[in-house]
């Protein structure tokens, strides 16, 4: 589905795999609490791919503890455009956004992504924002060896959700293991407002 597709400015995995990227039961943060991260308010443009398909993010204030993103991906057929709601958090001197995919092209959101929460480990710096998701054949592998609760889906392409509570999916994070499953390719976005 190319709008589903479209959504790789917050989702690298969907670029590069037939399968869903690694979602959890519970956002991280949770123990912490989440608070918008004013650094991210604006427009920031996909670095990664060509101008033929280009993708913009605009990160907005929402409600208290939260954000909205809106992903436009402009092309002469009329484009693809996403909502996610955001839950930040600093965890562990990291900082991670949830995204949960709220509409698709103006539908409510109703694809394998909706209703889960989406890991993101991010970083901005001056006006550049990096985002990496979830490496998903790392974090099966922290799954199988008893590392991290979750559940893999059976097949080739079987998604993998993360089942831990809050207080050990923050703690998990924390730890260099939890970090170095935050490996998939990452987003590189420049300010442009």
């Not at 559940?151 to 730890?175: C, M, N, R």
Request: include cysteine; proline fraction near 4%; aromatic fraction near 6%.
């Amino acid at each position: 589905m190319r709008a589903l597709r479209n959504a790789a400015a917050i989702c690298a995995a969907l670029l590069i795999s037939a399968c869903l990227p690694v979602t959890t039961k519970t956002p991280i943060g949770a123990t912490v609490g989440f608070k918008p991260d004013p650094t991210l308010y604006g427009v920031w443009r996909d670095q990664n791919r060509g101008e033929a398909d280009e993708g913009f993010i605009s990160f907005l204030k929402d409600e208290k503890d939260g954000m909205t993103a809106v992903i436009v991906s402009p092309r002469r057929d009329g484009g693809d455009w996403q909502v996610f709601q955001l839950k930040t958090a600093s965890v562990g001197g990291h900082t991670f956004m949830n995204a949960r995919e709220i509409l698709v092209n103006g539908k409510k959101a109703d694809d394998g992504l909706a209703g889960q929460n989406i890991p993101v480990l991010y970083r901005v710096k001056g006006r550049t924002l990096t985002l990496v998701l979830l490496d998903e054949k790392k974090t099966e592998a922290a799954i199988k060896a008893g590392a991290l609760a979750g559940t893999i889906e059976p097949g080739e392409y079987g998604d993998v959700h993360i089942t831990a509570d809050a207080a050990s999916l923050d703690k998990f994070v924390q730890s260099d293991a939890g970090v170095a499953l935050f490996s998939a390719k990452p987003i590189v976005m420049k300010k442009i407002d």
